[in-house]
Each structure stands twice: as C-alpha cells, then as structure tokens.
C-alpha cells in the first residue's frame, strides 16, 4: 500500500521499477543508474536475547561508573569506537541521566512518567533485557492493569522497553504492577495469550505448516488476508477443543521460541529481591531513550491499519508531537488544530462568553487579575447587563477604594488590578498613584516575565510582536523573555495557528486543550452517519436528477457507475435516463462504437437477463477480474463461439448468429 506502479526502489545495490502490483505479487525490472527509495518491512524481529540486554546494561554501568577520560579510553581502546563516537555515546548516557537521575543497567530498571500533549500518560519502563523478556511481561502487566482499574491499556514492547499510554484519571505509577509473582506468570500468559494478534499469526503459520490451510489451487498464491480469514475460521472452530494439536503448536512455540518465560521469571524474583531495583520518576517531557521507544511507538501505531482521514489525523493528535514530527518530517499542528476550537477557546480565555463574563463590581476586578490591564470597552465587551452599561461608575467605585488603578501602556488608558501596581511599574514604567499598600509597590523579581506569561496563559498562539504591542515594549526585550521561558518548559514554540505563515509561542496548557478539543470534533467526524443521511448523499453522488444531455453528459454518468454490475434489463430503462435529463440509447452505441466504452457481461441474472458492466476502456484492467478459466461455460455452442474469436476476431452480432 505504500508504493505504486512506476516507482523505482532500492535493494541491496540495484535500482528496480515496480510495473505491476496483483493482489499476490508484485512486478519489477532492473533499472539501472535510476534513483529509488529505500524499501522498508513490517514485521517482528527476533528480540534481543537476555544474555546480550545483561551484558548490555553490564557495560552502561561499569562506564557510568568510570570518571569521563578513562571511560573515552575504554570506549577507544576495548571498544573500537573512534573518538567522535565515544563522545557520542558518554553524552547520550549523560542526558539520560540528567532526565531522570538514573540510566537503565542490567541492576536498574527506570520507569519514567509524563503527560502526552492531549493530558493522558505516557509510562515507559526502560529495560534492557530484550524484546524476548519484554513481551511477555508486557502482556502480563495488561492483564494486571486490566484488573486493576478495568481497563485496555495500549501498550508496546521493544528490545529497550515498555510503553504503556493511561487515561488521565489515573494518577499513579503502577510500578506495583510490575511485580508479578513469577510462580503465576505462566498461568497469567496462558489465559490472555490466545486473544492476542502473535498468537494468531503463529497459529495461521502452524495450520499452514500442516496442510489444514489448502489453497483453491496449487499453481496459485493464496492472497495473506485471505489466509487470515482462513486461518480466523479455523481458530474459531478448533477454540472449541483445548487438545487441538494446532492450539498447543502455537502455544508452544510463542512460549518457547518467542517469549523466554526462564528469563523473565529470574528477573522477576530479582525485582522481588531488590537484586535489581525499580526506580520510579516523574519527568516533563520524554527522556533521550524514552524518546526512542516512543518513536518505535508511533511508527508501529501509525502502521497498524488503514483507516479514515479524520480517524487518522484524530490518531495523529493523541501522539506526542515532538516524535511526531520526526516520523513524519513535520512538527506543525497547523493542519490538525480547528479553526473553530481556538477561536472558542481564545473567547473563553478572554472572558467573552456566558458564564465568565463580569457581573458586579468584584469580578470586575478579578477580570483585572486574571486578565491585566483593560480598557473601558474591552470590560464591557466582558461584562454582562446590567453591568456593561455601568462599567464607569464602577470604575470609579473601585478606583475610590483603591482596589483598581488607572495605567497608561504604549499611549493607551486601560485600567488594572491595584495588585499589579508594582509588576506595571518595574516591567513598563507606568506610573502608579500615590496611597497604595506597600505590598502592591515592592519591587517585584521578573516582573516582565510575569506579564508576558500572564498574556499566554489568557490567548491562544501569539506571535512575539502580538506581546510586545500589547504590552507596549520592544519585541527584543519580549523575545529574550520568551525564549528563556520555552527553555525553562514554561512556553512551547511551533507553527500552531490554522492559516498562519510564522512560529508562535503558546502556554502549554492552552495548547493541551486545543489538542484535545480538536481531537473531539476530529472523532465526531468519524461517527457513522443514519441511514437517511446515506440516502440523501447517495442520490447527489449518483448524479440522480441533474441536467446532463449528450455524448458529454452520458460520459458523466458512466464514469459514477464504471465496473458496477447492473442488470441489462432495467440499464437503459432507468438506470441511464435517471441520470440524464435527455438519454438516447445512440449515445451509448456511438461510445461502444467508438471503442471509449467496454461493456462486459459480469454474470447470469435468471433465465432471460444478466447483469453487464460499463467500463472505460483503459480501466478495464483495473475493474473487470480475468475470467477463471474453471468459471468459463462449457458446450458446442461456447466452444464454438470461441473458436470463431480466435480465428476471425472481433465480429459482428449477425455473423456470430
């Protein structure tokens, strides 16, 4: 599904083009000195043996251990690395530590937490002890978590790990999870092993293997989804007898060429014996290797099946954006964000909708706090009747009380919490009235960066300059601010505002929610539709009722029903004409006649009647199936007719009678 006729690829040092793909084979020919892509394939790997993740985590420990000039001449000299890769390779290991105060080893297993951006948890449970050891125990702890809190926990396993995805309203690590009895794993694994997709792939390869998975024909490949049909079958027949020697084939080879059930039960009792240690921590975003699990995550889960555009931007945006986009080779949310839902948002941040707005004088003044400085029409704009048409006396009440000040910012008057007194005075240099409390006039540490997170955390995406204007400041000063915030996690950057050209800054927690209101509206795109919807579009798509007339307005039609079987019959009676404004059957002829339009006869339809398709010409190929040669009439009469084909060719209707 991923190429097309015409492509070129590479394999080994050949270029090839792809001529012909079936549903059974695909067709090349060398072509030489063409550039093509590399070719990719999916499917499981033979994991990582424990005896290789032991001596793996082996040797992260004892050159953590080592002070940094002689863990370069190990890595050079018993090694072979050059001294680009050992540095390399000591900065990978320090950033890990740096993330989560501890690195994977072969006595330390990590498992990091964070929320992805749509608010859900990400646990990741570093380990290097293999895909081999890693599988099982992931599918172990599903049924754990399962029973726990009665729920399908997503999750992936690898040679370097865990990845388990959590609602949000789980708010605890299940690092109690992990430790499963290891005298119970076996009958934990045997009791959710045969509703898993291994079990079934290998399963389907054991019936095969024994010849219960006959083809139709033994000079033709039998298409893979078609066995998984078979295969399916059979398993649903033969889940019915426990001894079924297919049944305890499969099993056998998942637990025993699969899955190393010793393994995984000695690390268990290690972890009960604190031989090797759990270490739990709680990181803002993912660590340098949890980023590579979740890569691994992402390419698996974006492979696993087709589905509908808005089903897979909806997927899209439930993962995280910063592994995103080096699958993709894109990092914007610009296409996957709506329009609708953060212009909904921004009103709702901004105090514009029912039920936040202002409805006395005191939440006039919190609108202040939570807001910063206002002018007299953006208060009414947040205020409601009666109060928006007394927003100035209440000004006026609450300057006398001293609990509002008016400011003047970049030549405008807007009025401000009496709180804000010394943050406006420090950052912009307006000038505050006199008889404040002095604890409104301190001197207040950064107080230009508490203003400008202020203004994220009360708009949606913005632009440095959008600040800068609103705060009346240069935009340098604003920038220096906003970069040292989105280094410190406290702001993200990126291309998220729909129709935008440049890179805004957002509140993470703004941009939390857009996400997930996006993902929302994505979903409700994908419900399915009633049947009267259906039955409105169908007749619009059809082309029923429109003013068609001609050759031209005939060529419409046919391209709607190109290769759908229709009765003979009722073609030319009410299929076409309804169409059509005005359908004359010589339009049709002249189309045949020409050689524009095909039409072949798809099958029998009673006595006097069969159903024929109308295809153009060069789709023939891709709409009407050969003919099976073991499907074709027998008789005199269709020998005959056939013979008369080979020898004459196309004839005419009268010299064929």
């Not at 400041?473 to 220096?480: K, P, Q, S, Y």
């Not at 008369?644 to 196309?650: I, S």
Request: with cysteine.
């Amino acid at each position: 599904y991923e190429s097309r006729p015409g492509e070129t690829f590479l394999l080994g040092a050949s270029t090839w083009r792809i001529e012909d793909i079936t549903h059974e084979r695909v067709v090349v020919t060398p072509a030489p000195g063409q550039p093509g892509k590399m070719p990719f394939w999916h499917g499981d790997g033979p994991g990582r043996p424990l005896e290789l993740g032991a001596a793996l985590g082996e040797f992260v420990r004892e050159v953590r251990a080592l002070p940094e000039p002689e863990a370069l001449v190990r890595l050079r000299e018993r090694h072979d690395l050059d001294e680009w890769a050992a540095q390399n390779l000591l900065g990978y290991l320090r950033e890990q530590a740096d993330a989560t105060g501890v690195v994977p080893d072969d006595r330390t297993i990590v498992v990091e937490r964070f929320r992805d951006e749509i608010g859900d948890w990400r646990v990741c449970v570093l380990s290097p002890f293999g895909a081999q050891v890693h599988a099982p125990w992931a599918m172990a702890l599903r049924a754990r978590l399962a029973e726990r809190w009665g729920i399908d926990v997503e999750l992936m396993w690898s040679d370097d790990g865990i990845v388990l995805r959590l609602p949000e309203a789980v708010d605890e690590l299940p690092t109690d999870e992990l430790l499963i009895d290891p005298d119970e794993i076996d009958d934990i694994l045997l009791s959710i092993l045969p509703g898993t997709a291994l079990f079934a792939a290998r399963f389907r390869e054991a019936a095969a293997r024994a010849l219960l998975l006959p083809r139709r024909r033994p000079d033709r490949r039998t298409p893979l989804w078609q066995q998984r049909q078979k295969a399916a079958d059979l398993l649903a027949v033969a889940a019915k007898h426990p001894s079924f020697p297919i049944l305890l084939e499969a099993t056998r080879e998942c637990c025993n060429d699969v899955f190393d059930l010793p393994a995984l039960r000695g690390l268990l009792r290690d972890l009960r014996s604190r031989k090797v240690r759990v270490v739990p921590v709680d990181t803002a975003q993912a660590s340098p290797m949890a980023q590579s699990l979740l890569f691994g995550w992402i390419a698996v889960y974006m492979y696993e099946g087709d589905a509908p555009l808005a089903e897979r931007r909806a997927a899209a945006l439930a993962l995280d954006r910063d592994l995103l986009r080096e699958l993709l080779g894109a990092e914007e949310l610009r296409d996957l964000l709506d329009p609708g839902v953060l212009e909904a948002l921004e009103d709702e941040l901004q105090r514009r909708v029912a039920g936040r707005r202002a409805r006395d004088a005191d939440e006039v003044t919190d609108l202040l706090r939570v807001l910063g400085p206002l002018s007299t029409v953006e208060l009414i704009e947040r205020s409601d009747s009666p109060l928006a048409e007394a927003v100035a006396d209440a000004l006026d009440a609450l300057v006398a009380d001293r609990r509002v000040i008016p400011v003047s910012i970049a030549g405008h008057d807007r009025w401000a919490a009496a709180e804000d007194a010394g943050r406006l005075r420090d950052a912009l240099g307006c000038a505050i009235p006199v008889g404040l409390p002095g604890a409104f006039t301190d001197p207040v540490d950064a107080p230009l960066e508490g203003l400008i997170v202020r203004h994220a955390r009360t708009h949606g995406p913005f632009l440095d300059r959008e600040a800068a204007a609103r705060l009346g400041v240069e935009v340098g000063r604003v920038r220096a601010v906003l970069d040292e915030l989105v280094a410190a996690g406290r702001l993200v950057r990126g291309e998220f505002r729909p129709g935008g050209s440049e890179r805004e800054w957002c509140d993470p927690d703004v941009l939390r929610q857009l996400r997930r209101r996006s993902l929302a509206v994505l979903r409700s795109e994908v419900e399915p539709v009633d049947g009267g919807a259906l039955g409105r579009f169908l007749p619009g798509w059809q082309g029923v009722g429109l003013p068609r007339r001609g050759v031209d307005g005939l060529v419409e039609a046919v391209t709607v029903l190109a290769g759908a079987p229709l009765p003979a019959s009722v073609l030319e009676v009410d299929v076409l004409p309804a169409r059509m404004a005005e359908y004359r059957p010589a339009d049709l002829d002249a189309l045949c006649t020409a050689g524009d339009v095909v039409w072949v006869g798809a099958s029998a339809l009673g006595a006097s009647d069969g159903r024929v398709q109308l295809v153009f010409r060069d789709q023939v190929e891709l709409l009407v199936p050969p003919p099976d040669p073991e499907d074709l009439p027998i008789g005199p009469l269709h020998d005959a007719l056939r013979q008369h084909l080979r020898t004459r060719g196309a004839s005419f209707w009268a010299d064929l009678v």
